[in-house]
């Protein structure tokens, strides 16, 4: 009968091997490709941008909300009943209203006596400042519209998903009309009944055109700085976020990707043979300069997730695009602020600095004037308004001063002239007393007579 012996556990061993365990980090990977998937580093200067980008999405609502009325004013007590439409809870709307007088006004009607809302003077400025941008920039518009239908497969693009993302590409509402229609020299649309199967598609495609963002950024590099041309060929600006861990063979991989070359998103590649591993290397990258080139057409150099998957089969985009975007964080940012994490904003990381856009345009400084009004302190709206009380009570203190000085004025007046009047009359008077006394055709001998026949009688 066999015997199986058991040595005695040591405590210390098994206490010093349950520490190694749970102190146990991954090893730095030694591969000098990158890594298929990386954890997101998150940059508090995006991540912040994104949450005034979500206030400023649910304000969008309440001004087209208000702007639809007749009178562009609403009751407040039908302000839950239509914010209900809008993914409000039950008085959740008002005091979201609150937050923001700057942008939202509170007042009593004068003749109803009922609250009304309506937007401030403020919010009517900056509205106007958009749409007069926002019409100065259709030509900037059809250019970008061109390009983006250029780097498609076929030149031709879905209207909705176009519809979808017309905030990002600066178009109007009505862009069917005022852009595609009136430039019938650059495209041609498919009408259909339904919104979802009408196309537009490219007339002819312009050489001029297909010229990439990153190509003039690099030519710019090159001439400024001096750096060698190989290196620079096919290359991106590489900008990590804070704290993302850079180690040596991470680096070589970085290094060796940004010299493979790719063919431009402008370029057609129906004809090249992708099955060869050096041929996916180059789609792949081609595919980071498609978003590239597509964030480089946005006003504010930035677009969700979910709407750069709309082009995905029309421009050869992988479809795991969160996590082939995450390998090149240096290059793309990818925010999930503003809308409780449902919501991918992709950043190109180039084009901002501390939050701004290095270099804006009018629509983008003419929507950051809303970003303002919301930043802006509920205490200043109070100080303004008593400004503006004090202004109005010193106004109508004038008023009442020039009134009374008015009639005063009158009052004095009208005293001075009965008095002249009154004196008038009295010398009128003792003139007509005079002239009695000296004209009278009675003598003394008259009044003698008058005696004697009263004393007689």
Request: with cysteine; charged share 35%.
């Amino acid at each position: 009968m066999p015997i199986f012996y058991s040595s005695p556990i040591n405590p210390l061993k098994s206490v010093s091997f349950l520490l190694r365990s749970l102190t146990w980090t991954r090893p730095m990977s030694q591969s000098t490709s990158i890594p298929k998937k990386l954890q997101r580093v998150r940059d508090h200067g995006y991540d912040n941008y994104m949450e005034v980008e979500k206030k400023l999405r649910k304000i969008l609502k309440f001004q087209d909300l208000f702007l639809c009325q007749p009178h562009q004013t609403l009751p407040v007590s039908r302000l839950d009943t239509l914010a209900r439409r809008l993914d409000f809870k039950q008085h959740e709307a008002g005091a979201f209203i609150l937050k923001f007088p700057h942008v939202f006004e509170i007042y009593e009607h004068p003749v109803r006596r009922i609250l009304y809302c309506r937007l401030t003077r403020k919010a009517h400025l900056q509205i106007e400042q958009e749409n007069r941008a926002l019409n100065d920039q259709i030509p900037d518009a059809v250019t970008r519209l061109r390009k983006l239908l250029m780097m498609s497969n076929t030149g031709r693009l879905r209207l909705e998903h176009i519809r979808i993302a017309r905030r990002e590409l600066g178009l109007p509402d009505d862009f069917e009309y005022s852009v595609i229609l009136k430039n019938p020299q650059f495209f041609r649309l498919f009408d259909a009944k339904e919104t979802r199967n009408k196309y537009i598609e490219i007339v002819e495609s312009d050489p001029t055109l297909a010229v990439c963002a990153i190509e003039k950024l690099r030519e710019k590099e090159y001439r400024e700085k001096g750096i060698d041309a190989e290196d620079i060929r096919f290359s991106f600006i590489v900008n990590f976020p804070p704290g993302f861990k850079i180690g040596k063979y991470y680096r070589i991989a970085v290094w060796k990707w940004q010299r493979i070359p790719y063919w431009s998103p402008y370029e057609d590649v129906s004809g090249y043979d992708l099955r060869s591993l050096e041929a996916q290397k180059r789609m792949e990258k081609r595919a980071i300069a498609t978003i590239h080139e597509l964030l480089s057409l946005t006003v504010e150099k930035k677009i969700s997730l979910e709407r750069i998957a709309h082009f995905r089969q029309a421009m050869n985009l992988p479809k795991k695009l969160k996590e082939f975007l995450l390998q090149h964080q240096g290059i793309f940012y990818i925010s999930t602020r503003g809308n409780f994490g449902k919501l991918h904003t992709v950043f190109l990381r180039e084009a901002y600095k501390k939050g701004e856009l290095i270099e804006p345009n009018d629509l983008y400084l003419a929507r950051r004037k809303l970003a303002e009004l919301v930043l802006l302190s509920p205490r200043k709206a109070n100080v303004d308004r008593e400004l503006v009380n004090y202004r109005r009570d010193r106004e109508d203190d004038e008023m009442v001063r020039i009134q009374s000085d008015y009639v005063e004025n009158r009052f004095e007046g009208f005293v001075d002239e009965y008095n002249v009047r009154q004196d008038g009359e009295r010398g009128r008077d003792s003139d007509l007393n005079f002239d009695s006394d000296a004209g009278s055709d009675f003598s003394d001998e008259d009044n003698k007579c008058e005696e004697t026949v009263d004393a007689e009688i």
